[in-house]
C-alpha cells in the first residue's frame, strides 16, 4: 500500500484544513486508518483513527470536538477535518494503514505510512 497525504498549509488560527489520505496499489477498505503528528523536537503522537468500516472513531484529547476523521473505501481515501485549529496543531501530519481492521491509538500497530504533509498555524 502506497499512501499519499495532501491538504496541509499556512492558515491562522481559528482556521480549518481537510487532510487527505490517498491509497494506491491496493485497496485499504479492510484496513483500520489512523492520522498521527509529529511537532519539531516532539515524539510522534496519536491523532485519529478509524476502524475498517468507519463504524468506530478514536480521538486524542486535543483532537476531540474540533477534528472528524472519516472514510471513503470507494475512493480508498481517509480524510481529517480539521477545525478551530490551533498554534499547537502546528506539525507534520502522517496517514497510516494498520495491518488489522480495527483502529489503533499505537503507532507500532502501523504498517503503511504516508510521507506525511505539514500544518502551520499562525498565531
Known amino acids: 500500500v502506497q499512501l499519499q497525504a495532501s491538504g496541509g498549509g499556512l492558515v491562522q488560527a481559528g482556521a480549518s484544513l481537510r487532510l487527505s489520505c490517498v491509497a494506491s496499489?491496493?485497496?485499504?477498505?479492510?484496513?483500520?486508518m489512523g492520522w498521527f503528528r509529529q511537532a519539531p523536537g516532539k515524539e510522534r503522537e496519536f491523532v485519529a483513527a478509524i476502524t475498517w468500516n468507519g463504524g468506530t472513531t478514536y480521538y486524542a484529547d486535543s483532537a476531540k470536538g474540533r477534528f472528524t476523521i472519516s472514510r471513503d473505501n470507494a475512493k480508498s481515501t481517509v480524510y481529517l477535518q480539521m477545525n478551530s485549529l490551533k498554534p499547537d496543531d502546528t506539525a507534520v501530519y502522517y496517514c497510516a494503514a494498520a495491518l488489522s481492521s480495527s483502529a489503533s491509538q499505537n503507532w507500532r500497530n502501523y504498517r503503511y505510512w504516508g510521507q506525511g504533509t505539514l500544518v502551520t498555524v499562525s498565531s
Open positions: 496499489r491496493r485497496t485499504i477498505s479492510n484496513n483500520g
